[in-house]
């Protein structure tokens, strides 16, 4: 339900898919509105938490 039934694209933007540094970019539809934004990873615990923050300007129209 969270996603409204959508399903965005997920393009792994870094060589590495896990871990610091990671950078990912998604892009899809939802509820009509189109969306396209990048994060990276500030810390990665295997199994228990990730932080990410977007970067650049999130495109939502």
Partial sequence: MPM?????????????P???GATYRY???MLGLVFDFSE????????R???WRAI??????
């Fill in 18 to 20: 896990t871990d610091v």
């Fill in 40 to 47: 990276f990873v500030r810390t990665y615990i295997a199994g």
């Fill in 49 to 51: 938490e990730k932080i």
């Fill in 4 to 16: 409204m039934g959508s399903k965005p694209t997920l393009e792994i933007v870094s060589p590495e």
């Fill in 27 to 29: 892009a899809g539809k």
């Fill in 56 to 61: 650049g300007n999130p495109n939502c129209s």
